[in-house]
């Protein structure tokens, strides 16, 4: 910075020799000058002190008068502006130029340019009021950027632009509209879909082409199913054969194949106990007993005459068909005029042969 020098400052007429000034000035004034003189010679005093002051505003560093001139002011100091261009000016970080205070300066992140240098790299037009990324210190308009640098979609290979949706599955990233149905091409969005084979598929497709049908009406098996036989069906539809009401998670038998509910299978299908007339339904493995042609609830096969239980013993049977009667062996051998003894040694005595020796069955 060039020394600055001091100009000293002309002093200005004391109280004094103005009031002589103007006892003078008054005394000239009826024989030499007009009545305005006075306020002539206060207007040249003026101008005085004027050029004075103006002597004393000049450029910081140059001291060159200011007095008419552009200036600018820099830390409370006033600087012409070449100075100023010289010592506070920013260079362009494009064509390197001083920025002088004719040019608009901007900047970003400590980086300065001409409002005429802030464009894009790669196609040249202005930045200036627009938005714009950066690249290794680049500037980037924001179509050259999103081609360039932005991610792009998995179908249309077009790049996101800024503020637009992006969807993302299985290692790929959709725009919105490009997420489509691999089936129907039908836009799935935001919209809930099956993965098959690393493709995706809209709901109706994937259940049209991939879902588990129901063995009973083929519709798809969305939830709540239930298989049989290895095979699936709805609840509603694995149903009794008869009445058709459900028959998930309740009990049932068979019948050629069809599902029977107790009730229906009791009615129309089960055999009657020979002694209480009642079906013999056998649910749950419960357990029956068969002789000859007749069965009998396990709780019902009782000797006629006494009532014991001849459930896994050997029995007597009398008549056949409708007039069959069961009895425990005393029974019988005693209903036949014999007695029911063991001989010394432990063992029966021969007796008449009898019907009858059967074990519980299962149903």
Known sequence: MAARTRRQRQTLPSDSEEEEDKGLINKLQSKFTPEKKPERKAVEKKQVVSTNQNQDFACWNCDKSLYGSRFVNKDSHPYCVNCYNEQFANHCNDCREIISVDNKDLAFKDKHWHDRCFKCTECKNSLVSESFGTKDEKLFCSDCWDLNFAPKCTKCV??????????????????????????????????????????????????????????????????????????????????????????????????????????????????????????????????????????????????????TSLVGINFVAEGYNADLEIFCQPCGFQKRGMDFTLSAGGKKEEAPPSRGSTRPSRR
């Open 158 to 307: 077009r790049p996101f632009k800024a503020g637009s949706m992006k969807l993302s599955w299985n290692g790929g990233e959709w725009h919105k509209d490009c997420f489509l149905c691999t089936n129907c091409d039908k836009v799935i969005g935001q919209e809930a879909f099956h993965p098959q084979d690393g493709k995706p598929y809209c709901e109706d497709c994937w259940e049209d082409h991939f879902a588990i049908k129901c063995t009973k009406c083929t519709k798809p098996v969305k939830q709540g199913g239930v298989t049989y036989k290895l095979e699936p069906y709805h609840k509603e539809c694995f149903s009794c054969y008869e009445c058709k009401n459900s028959l998930a998670g309740k009990r049932f038998t068979l019948k050629d194949d069809n599902p029977i509910c107790p009730d229906c299978f009791g009615k129309k299908y089960a055999q009657k106990c020979f002694e209480c007339a009642e079906a013999i339904t056998g649910m749950g493995g419960n357990r029956y007993i068969i002789f000859e042609d007749s069965q009998w609830h396990t709780n019902c096969f009782n000797c006629k005459s006494c009532g």
